[in-house]
């Protein structure tokens, strides 16, 4: 979970970027980069230690950064990332990373919603939600974060920047209860 305060740092970095690439007409590459760096990082927890390390030397990340990373990512993707060690500002990433696709997805009208259910969803199932939070959100496009939730007991639970709406089993047997209660 990225703290307040990381975002804020992160923000202007991942403004600058937006800006740079959009400049240098590459923002499609870049914003595939993140996404693709963001699922490699969370499968990688030790690279992220090795480059968050404030004992490590600057040029021994940048080595890792260019041995691992450069032969996949864009060019100024990856000067971006070098940006960032030289900054020592490394440590930000993943804030900034995540700051970078929020602005991208807002400035696209692509609305992130993290869909919580009891059991998985079928493809069907899936394309029908999307398109009814197309219609609630007025969002040019919607990508799901599904996660499975047993305890729901049926049903789902949909979170989106500023409401959640709960329709699984659980919500409604509390609800049940708060009313038996008074």
């Known amino acids: 979970?990225?703290?307040?305060?990381?975002?804020?740092?992160?923000?202007?970095?991942?403004?600058?970027?937006?800006?740079?690439?959009?400049?240098?007409?590459?923002?499609?590459?870049?914003?595939?980069?993140?996404?693709?760096?963001?699922?490699?990082?969370?499968?990688t927890p030790d690279l992220i230690e090795y480059l968050t390390n404030p004992v490590t030397k600057t040029e021994a990340k940048q080595e890792i950064l260019t041995k691992v990373l450069k032969p996949q990512l864009n060019t100024v993707t990856f000067k971006f990332l070098s940006i960032l060690v030289e900054r020592k500002r490394i440590n930000m990433l993943q804030a900034i990373i995540d700051s970078y696709l929020k602005l991208v997805y807002l400035v696209a009208s692509i609305k992130i919603i993290e869909v919580s259910s009891a059991f998985k969803f079928t493809n069907r199932q899936k394309n029908t939600l999307i398109k009814k939070l197309k219609e609630l959100t007025n969002a040019r496009e919607v990508r799901l974060i599904l996660t499975i939730d047993t305890s729901l007991i049926g049903g789902f639970l949909i979170k989106t920047d500023s409401s959640v709406i709960d329709l699984s089993v659980k919500g409604q047997l509390q609800e049940l209860a708060k009313q038996l209660d008074t």
């Open 1 to 43: 979970m990225i703290n307040p305060l990381e975002s804020k740092i992160a923000a202007p970095y991942a403004r600058a970027l937006y800006d740079y690439s959009n400049a240098q007409n590459v923002t499609h590459q870049v914003t595939a980069d993140f996404q693709n760096l963001e699922a490699f990082l969370e499968k």
